[in-house]
């Protein structure tokens, strides 16, 4: 199930975002017209976010799909027990998107 406005990914069962406060959709239809590839793997949410705004700056869509349990509940932190966020982009903009993000420094603990 995805979030229509912020377009998290949630756990089946979830049936409203958190954040946004707007029901899930069971697909994007803008996520489902490209082929997405994994760019970088996060320990954790924040990160992921932060890399995603960066990207999408750069006129990159990029999407994160990772623990979702923690954000259903609104708990956002660096060190969820086992939680990970994989931060997806498009195929065709998968090297620009690596390129801009080996550029941020963004520190992880
Ligand atoms: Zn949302």
């Excluded at 082929?35 to 994160?64: C, D, H, R, T």
């Excluded at 994989?86 to 420094?105: G, Q, R, S």
Aim: proline fraction near 6%; include cysteine.
């Amino acid at each position: 199930m995805f979030c229509p406005e912020c377009k998290s990914e949630f756990e089946n069962g979830i049936i409203h975002c958190h954040d946004c406060g707007v029901s899930l959709v069971e697909s994007l239809p803008e996520l489902a017209g490209f082929k997405w590839k994994v760019v970088k793997q996060y320990s954790g949410y924040i990160p992921a976010e932060m890399a995603k705004e960066v990207l999408e700056g750069n006129s990159i869509p990029a999407f994160i799909k990772g623990d979702f349990i923690s954000t259903a509940y609104g708990v956002r932190t660096w060190d969820i027990a086992g939680g990970k966020a994989v931060l997806f982009v498009p195929k065709e903009d998968l090297e620009k998107a690596k390129t801009i993000i080996d550029e941020m420094t963004v520190d992880e603990p």
